[in-house]
Structure formats: structure tokens, C-alpha cells
């Protein structure tokens, strides 16, 4: 199925373990970007990837890896979950030369 | 400092009633502006953008650089526009970064 694609759509996990949340588009695109959805806040990017093997910092990295070795993947890992990751988080693609995102599922992530 | 301020947490509405949900932003620089919509149960989407100049679903965004805001208008809402609004900015001209506002719920009632 074409698109963009988000797993786990849902996860519980325990303050201190590592996380990683898969994202996966078909489209080819160079851009993919991650970022958590929180009440009050709206939408903050994490990290964002212009390609493969190229990542940089957006807005509120701190707690966050990623990695892109395939230019359809983006996984983003939490090393070490705190409560204060709970939240929604959001991958998004886009072409080159193309404003517009195209988002993913959501994934909710909630840290006891 | 770029940002997106969006007032309203929550818009509410009766059917068939204008709507103007606000957005006002500060952005050194030529920004490009955008509206995102998520209804319930659905992925975030692009609604519209400032540099079209169209209109979708009824909606419709002016960019104002004068008083540096991007309201999104509808002259008679619908049931089914019932919804969380964002605005958002980034550079124009090709970016690697949305600004989001922090979102206005419209809640339109029959």
C-alpha cells in the first residue's frame, strides 16, 4: 500500500527503556521529518532528514536519535523514555522542490 | 523569533455561521504560508496554502504582511468542517522546517 506508514500505532513502555518508532514511505521522497503533537504546544519537529545518511536537529531534539540509512525509512529512538515523551508523534515526507508534507498515522506514545 | 500564535483553542460555531479561525505569526523574512486540517480519526492534511491563492472546501486564507496574519475564512460552516485547524509557516522558496501554531478546534453544531 502506497503512502506513509507509522509503527507501532500505539505503545505503553516503562520510564527508562529504549523506544524506536518505524516510519516507512513509498513515495521515494528526500525529505522525512519527525515531530510530537502535544496539547497546547501543536506540533514541534524533533529531527528531520534530507536524505539518506543526512539528519539534522528541529525544534526539541534533546532525548531523540534517528537514523536514515534507506531513503524510505526514519526511524526515531528514544535511548531512554521519561514520562515527559509521552505523547502523539508524527512522521512526515515530502519531495524536493514540493512545500507540502504529507503525514503519517500518528503514533501514541505513552510512558508510565 | 519565528513563530505561529493561533488564540483560540477552541472555536465553536452553529451550522451555517461565518468562521475565521485566526492565525498571526512573526518571521523574519518571506515566509510561506500554510493550513492544516485533521479531522477526527484522520492523518494531518494540507488544507491550503498562501501561495496558491485557492480556495478549498470553502476556505480561504489571505496572507496580510502588514499585520502579519494568515485568518482562515469560511462564509457558512458546515457540520463536517468540524475539525482541528493548524497554521503554519516556513520559509519561502524551498525549507526544511514547518513552524506550527498550537492548533484551534472548531466545533460546528447543528
Known amino acids: 500500500d502506497a503512502g506513509i506508514t507509522q509503527s507501532p500505532r500505539y505503545k505503553i513502555t516503562e520510564t527508562g527503556r529504549q523506544v524506536t518508532l518505524m516510519c516507512h514511505q513509498t513515495?521515494?521522497?528526500?525529505?522525512m521529518f519527525w515531530y510530537r503533537q502535544d496539547l497546547g504546544h501543536g506540533l514541534r519537529l524533533i529531527y528531520y532528514?534530507?536524505?539518506?545518511?543526512?539528519?539534522d536537529k528541529g525544534e526539541v531534539p534533546d532525548g531523540y536519535v534517528v537514523s536514515r540509512s534507506k531513503t524510505e525509512n526514519f526511524p526515531l529512538t528514544l535511548e531512554s523514555a521519561t514520562r515527559s515523551q509521552t505523547s502523539v508523534y508524527f512522521c512526515?515526507?515530502?519531495?524536493?522542490?514540493?512545500?507540502?508534507?504529507?503525514f503519517g498515522p500518528g503514533t501514541r506514545l505513552t510512558v508510565l | 523569533a519565528q513563530r505561529v500564535t493561533q488564540p483560540e483553542k477552541l472555536l465553536s460555531v452553529f451550522k451555517g455561521a461565518p468562521v475565521e479561525l485566526k492565525c498571526n505569526y512573526s518571521?523574519?523574512?518571506?515566509?510561506?504560508l500554510f493550513w492544516y486540517v485533521q479531522y477526527s480519526r484522520q492523518r494531518l492534511q494540507l488544507l491550503l496554502r498562501?501561495?496558491s491563492r485557492e480556495s478549498i472546501k470553502g476556505f480561504t486564507a489571505d496572507l496580510n504582511k502588514g499585520e502579519t496574519s494568515f485568518h482562515l475564512k469560511k462564509p457558512f460552516a458546515q457540520e463536517e468542517d468540524s475539525a482541528m485547524y493548524y497554521c503554519?509557516?516556513?520559509?519561502?522558496?524551498?525549507?526544511?522546517?514547518?513552524?506550527f501554531g498550537a492548533g484551534t478546534r472548531l466545533a460546528v453544531h447543528p
Open positions: 512526515a515526507s515530502r519531495g524536493p522542490g514540493y512545500n507540502e508534507q504529507f
Open positions: 513515495w521515494s521522497h528526500s525529505y
Open positions: 532528514s534530507a536524505a539518506a545518511d543526512i539528519t
Open positions: 518571521y523574519s523574512g518571506s515566509p510561506e
Open positions: 498562501h501561495i
Open positions: 503554519a509557516l516556513s520559509r519561502l522558496g524551498g525549507y526544511n522546517k514547518l513552524i
